[in-house]
C-alpha cells in the first residue's frame, strides 16, 4: 500500500540529515561541512565508498534512492534530489 494510500507522510531529507548520515555511518570529519556548502563531496574529499554508504541510508530510512554521480553534487542539491518527486 503506498504512502498515499494510508495517509502517512513521509520525512523530508535535509541538508543536515545528509550531513548527520555521512558524518555517522561513513565517518566523515564534520567539520569538513563548515562554511563549505558550496562544494561538493568530491572538493570535501569525501570518497565513494561514503557516497554508496549515504546511498544505502537513504534508501533504507526514506526509500529515496540519489544518483551515482552524488559525489559531484553538493549536500543540499543531494537532499533536492532526495526530496524530488515525494
Known amino acids: ?7 502517512e507522510t513521509r520525512s523530508v531529507v535535509t541538508a543536515a540529515t545528509i550531513r548527520e548520515i555521512l558524518v555517522e555511518r561513513a565517518g566523515v570529519d564534520p567539520d569538513v ?3 563549505n556548502e558550496s ?14 554508504e549515504l546511498q544505502a ?3 533504507e530510512r526514506f ?3 540519489i544518483p551515482d554521480e552524488a559525489v559531484t553534487m553538493t549536500v543540499g542539491e ?3 534530489v532526495a526530496n524530488e518527486d515525494r
Open 63 to 65: 526509500g529515496v534512492e
Open 33 to 35: 561541512f563548515a562554511g
Open 57 to 59: 541510508v537513504l534508501v
Open 39 to 52: 562544494l561538493s563531496l568530491a572538493e570535501l574529499q569525501i570518497d565513494s565508498l561514503a557516497v554508496l
Open 1 to 7: 500500500m503506498s504512502v498515499e494510500a494510508t495517509g
Open 78 to 80: 543531494i537532499a533536492a
